[in-house]
């Protein structure tokens, strides 16, 4: 193939495409001293046009790539023996787009702009690139920080004005913002995981209130006299029937919570169960009432020690259901079968409790099935991982102002999945040598209240 007597060698590589595929072929061109001319096939690449249409001129560029490609490996495949002065010649019919190589061995579209006088040679001749390649990742990066890292249109329209012909540029543009740690800053959507299955409580027929929610919300401006003051709002919703009750707080403070909290089992009567996030003045009000309760299991244990001087067998063991109701029995409510013909009862006890099993019937079989479908969060997301680093969303509206943190470890779920996690937030005073001048932050947070910024 090669000959050894060869006056001129040249590589021609041509390419083209159709509506069904594309491709390139090279053949090797040997020119002896006599004059006679030989070719022989060198290579050839074929690929089948993708799914999603796309135009032929465009196809007809992704032709002249892989011409390029292919010319690329010949010339590093042969370059022991072939002349070091072996030209390479590029062929292509294409209708608009007409690419050949500069004086600097760039390959560019030989447009027809080619007259203009006002234009620069890279905007009259952009020169062809790569989508995966090391320069054309720089090349967007540059364009991306130059645009104030704005969004793939006015990236993508910055790179084309500025003479570059990427394939794939949007591809391209698209990865580079994924992986863009600014762009995360200023507008990255925060983590989110599969929803988790319901409690039981909330599958449970009960009394309203009896299993609660709480969350703050404010603050607002109000009038005392003629001082302007903050007030909040304390939501307590009913987990079983999504039933709402609204306490104002004069401040967020532990006894206020207290207050607020007694004026809701007054009204509502007992909650066995509260529950609500990590605000301050919930966890100051769960010690306060963790110890009152210690107090009074001390002062319990303290009385039967008492009662066991009595020593009598046949006496009942003293529980707290003495304390609080001052029966040894729990009283149940009536038994009875309650039928549609009670709705119509002369007694009074009957009709109530007709419609209230009606009513947690209609319950069940009514909202308790529109629980079944995940409204959102369908899909099983990638976790976090220990030692990403994330950003923390909290309520400064100032994005900026948002701190970050280090993951440090994930707090499962019953069903496997994490969907809390516990962080060190960064910390930016530092003395002479680096080292942190305060102990460092520990905090936790769930998932929904963090925007990754860089995995492990
Ligand atoms: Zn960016």
Same mark, same amino acid.
């Given at each position: 193939m090669i000959e050894e007597d060869a006056a001129k060698s040249e590589i021609h590589c041509?390419?083209?495409?159709?509506?069904?595929?594309? %491709?390139?072929?090279?053949?090797?061109?040997?020119? +002896?001293?006599?004059?006679?001319?030989?070719?022989?096939?060198?290579?050839g690449k074929a690929r089948v046009a993708p799914f999603k249409m796309i135009t032929i001129p465009r196809m007809e560029l992704q032709a002249a790539v892989v011409a390029t490609q292919l010319v690329s490996v010949l010339e590093r495949a042969l370059k022991d023996f072939l002349p070091a002065? +072996?030209?390479?010649?590029?062929?292509?019919?294409?209708?608009?787009? &007409?690419?050949?190589?500069?004086? &600097?061995?760039?390959?560019?579209?030989? @447009?027809?702009?080619?007259?203009?006088? +006002?234009?620069?040679?890279?905007l009259k001749h952009p020169a062809i690139l790569p989508k995966t390649c090391n320069i054309t990742n720089l090349i967007v990066q540059y364009y991306h920080r130059l645009t104030?890292?704005?969004?793939?249109?006015?990236?993508?329209?910055?790179?084309?004005?500025?003479?570059?012909?990427?394939? %794939?540029?949007?591809?391209?543009?698209? +990865?580079?913002?994924?992986?863009?740690?600014?762009?995360?800053?200023?507008?990255?959507?925060?983590?989110?995981?599969?929803?988790?299955?319901?409690?039981?409580?909330?599958? @449970?027929?009960?009394?309203?209130?009896h299993y609660s929610g709480m969350d703050?919300?404010?603050?607002?401006?109000?009038?005392?006299?003629?001082?302007?003051?903050?007030?909040?709002g304390l939501m307590f919703t009913c987990l079983t029937s999504r039933a709402v009750h609204i306490e104002m707080l004069d401040d967020l403070t532990t006894d206020a919570?207290?207050?607020?909290?007694?004026?809701?089992?007054a009204m509502r009567g007992s909650v066995k169960s509260l529950y609500s996030d990590q605000g301050t003045n919930f966890r100051g009000a769960q010690t306060e009432l963790k110890k009152n309760l210690a107090e009074i299991n001390e002062e319990l244990h303290k009385n039967l020690q008492k009662m066991e001087d009595l020593n009598d067998p046949n006496s009942h063991p003293l529980t707290p259901n003495h304390l609080l109701h001052f029966k040894s029995d729990v009283c149940l409510p009536p038994p009875g079968d309650f039928k549609d013909a009670d709705a119509y009862s002369r007694k009074q006890w009957r009709r109530i409790q007709h419609f209230a099993n009606v009513f947690w019937k209609k319950w069940r079989l009514g909202y308790l099935q529109t629980l079944q479908h995940r409204q959102k969060?369908? &899909? @099983?997301?990638?976790?976090?991982?220990?030692?990403?680093?994330?950003?923390?969303?909290?309520?400064?509206?100032?994005?900026?102002?948002?701190?970050?943190?280090?993951?440090?470890?994930?707090?499962?779920?019953?069903?496997?999945?994490?969907?809390?996690?516990?962080?060190?937030?960064?910390?930016?005073?530092?003395?002479?040598?680096?080292?942190?001048?305060?102990?460092?932050? @520990?905090?936790?947070?769930?998932?929904?209240?963090?925007?990754?910024?860089?995995?492990?």
């Open positions: 041509f390419s083209d495409a159709s509506t069904t595929g594309y %491709g390139a072929c090279a053949y090797l061109r040997h020119i +002896t001293k006599e004059g006679e001319v030989k070719c022989s096939y060198l290579l002065n +072996t030209a390479t010649h590029y062929w292509c019919d294409s209708m608009i787009l &007409d690419p050949y190589t500069d004086d &600097d061995g760039i390959v560019r579209i030989r @447009e027809r702009l080619k007259y203009s006088t +006002t234009l620069t040679i890279d104030g890292h704005s969004g793939r249109g006015l990236t993508t329209a910055t790179i084309r004005q500025n003479g570059y012909w990427i394939t %794939g540029l949007s591809t391209a543009v698209s +990865t580079v913002i994924h992986n863009c740690v600014i762009c995360k800053k200023l507008r990255g959507n925060t983590e989110t995981q599969k929803m988790a299955d319901l409690p039981a409580v909330r599958l @449970e027929p009960a009394t309203p209130f703050c919300f404010g603050p607002f401006h109000a009038k005392d006299g003629r001082r302007e003051v903050k007030r909040y919570f207290l207050n607020s909290l007694r004026c809701l089992i969060w369908t &899909d @099983e997301k990638e976790s976090l991982k220990v030692g990403d680093i994330v950003f923390v969303m909290d309520a400064n509206p100032l994005r900026n102002q948002w701190k970050l943190a280090k993951v440090t470890e994930m707090i499962e779920s019953h069903d496997g999945r994490a969907r809390r996690s516990k962080l060190t937030l960064g910390n930016t005073q530092l003395d002479r040598q680096g080292r942190a001048i305060k102990q460092a932050t @520990e905090i936790e947070r769930s998932l929904n209240k963090l925007i990754i910024l860089t995995r492990v």
